[in-house]
């Protein structure tokens, strides 16, 4: 298993597990990472948007309703670039 296996599988444990009353999620992009491909900006523009060819986080705090979204766009990521962070 590589690392961003790991870290994606860690992730989505995490997520699962949290309650969302008292979570604050800060979504974060890798821009050395980050091919420009828009994937994540095209379905999440509230929070993402390509700014110079590299992902930026528009909105680095969603609410919990982004949660599901949020982990389909981690998972769809081609360079494993979105993480979130606590
Ligand atoms: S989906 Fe990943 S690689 Fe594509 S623009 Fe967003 S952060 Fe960058």
Known sequence: MNYITKQRKYLRKEVKGYDYGGLIMKVVVNE?????CEIC???LPEIFAIKKGIAVVLNPNPEASYKDAL???IEECPSGSITLEE
């Open 32 to 36: 050395e990472t980050c091919t420009g």
């Open 41 to 43: 900006s095209e379905k």
């Open 71 to 73: 982990l389909e766009v």
